[in-house]
């Protein structure tokens, strides 16, 4: 391999991609009225959240110039595991530099070589990473699939440990996952859940706990993962579960172990943010229903929907240029909304991914609402297209 084999390598393979119409580049929120990113309660840039990161800048400076436990460790990481544990109703809680990296850390610190992993088909990169990581027996069940859930704890005779690992709320179908069956078949079959509440906290259950605390299943959960850079504004992702696990995870979590911790002024904003999230439950109310509302829209107009419950709504269009064609329509009329293709979701389940904010006002939720109305009936009347 030389530079230039290894370039034409990468722009074929780049070529392709695009052939596909799956071309990418990173791209802001947009001028348009906001449903592209995940600040679901609008408190990324809330004045108090600012005033709390910018207090911790000042005392830490910028970052937190070491590995949590080579001296990097700051206060305020310690009052944001404490606030979460508390929230959970756990013991502990551990934060990671992002809620990647703290779903790899807890699957492959928690799930060891022998254990079963039952994982839905759709989850998330970075559980699908951990677990990978952890070398645990994996065995991949459709999404929201109860029943299968059930078979393949049956027909498992490996003797491990075993876990269910998957989305409380699911980040692009934004359906709420099935967690009181999941449960009772946990109960049933010796298993725990493993949660990643990324699109759940903040938005559902008492308080905002998320999906696992919606259902009350809290028995059955070995260990809960909220990433930060969503309802709570910021970023860094946090581990909840009881002291033994969080003590192992703090052990044995290489992205724990091995990075730089999260910027204390982060962990200060976000603190803040998740206070505000529970003692304003308007924000989290206003978010879903909005999502109701287009979701409802969207069926009106004959377009197949999925999601309801949180924040999240998916419109989904089948082919890549069908979304990307309503993505477009959308931004037309001032409506930021983003075309979402293989492989983040499965091939013919191209979409238009909706993410509903606490923020916009009732003008902007009625723009919104007839601008999905008007693209949703125009995308019914062009024929499919492959
Ligand atoms: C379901 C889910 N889990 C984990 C993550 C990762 O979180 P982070 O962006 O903090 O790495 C995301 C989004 O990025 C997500 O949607």
Redesign the pocket.
């Given at each position: 391999v030389t530079r230039g084999s290894l370039d034409r390598d990468a722009r074929a393979e780049v070529d392709r991609l695009a052939r596909l119409g799956l071309a990418r580049a990173p791209t802001g929120a947009g001028a348009g009225l906001d449903l592209v990113t995940?600040d679901y309660l609008g408190l990324r840039d809330d004045p108090r959240v600012l005033a709390a990161a910018r207090a911790a800048l000042e005392r830490r400076g910028l970052g937190a110039g070491a590995a949590r436990l080579l001296g990097g460790d700051h206060p305020e990481h310690r009052a944001l595991e404490a606030a979460f544990a508390r929230a959970h109703g756990e013991e502990a809680a551990v934060l990671f530099p992002?809620?990647?990296?703290?779903?790899q850390g807890v699957l492959g610190a928690l799930l060891r070589p022998g254990d079963l992993a039952v994982c839905d088909a759709r989850?998330?990169?970075?559980?699908v990473d951990g677990v990978r990581l952890s070398r645990a027996r994996r065995a991949i069940v459709p999404h929201g699939d109860v029943l299968a859930v059930e078979d393949a704890l049956r027909k498992d005779a490996g003797g491990g440990r075993r876990f269910v690992v998957l989305?409380g709320v699911?980040?692009?179908e934004g359906d709420v996952a099935p967690l009181a069956d999941l449960a009772d078949v946990c109960r049933r079959l010796d298993a725990l859940l493993v949660v990643?509440e990324?699109?759940a906290a903040g938005v559902v259950g008492p308080d905002g706990a998320g999906a696992a605390a919606l259902a009350g299943v809290e028995d059955v959960v070995a260990a809960r993962?909220v990433?930060?850079?969503?309802a709570f504004g910021g970023?860094?992702?946090v581990v909840t579960a009881s002291a033994a696990v969080c003590d192992e995870v703090v052990h044995r979590a290489r992205a724990y172990l091995f990075a730089t911790a999260l910027p204390p002024a982060v962990a200060a904003g976000v603190a803040e943010a998740h206070r505000l999230a529970r003692a304003e439950p308007e924000r989290r109310a206003r978010a879903t229903a909005l999502a109701r509302r287009l979701a409802g829209v969207l069926e009106e107009a004959g377009a197949r929907v999925a999601g309801r419950g949180a924040a999240v709504v998916s419109w989904i269009l089948g082919s890549a240029a069908a979304a990307l064609d309503a993505a477009a329509a959308l931004r037309a009329r001032g409506v930021e909304a983003r075309a979402v293709r293989p492989p983040t979701v499965p091939e013919g389940e191209a979409r238009v991914r909706l993410s509903c904010h606490a923020s916009p006002s009732d003008a902007e939720v009625e723009r919104a609402a007839e601008a999905l109305r008007e693209a949703a009936t125009r995308a019914a009347a062009v024929p499919a297209r492959g």
């Open positions: 995940n992002s809620g990647s990296a703290a779903n989850n998330h990169g970075s559980l989305e699911h980040g692009m990643d990324a699109h993962v990433p930060l850079g969503k970023a860094g992702g």
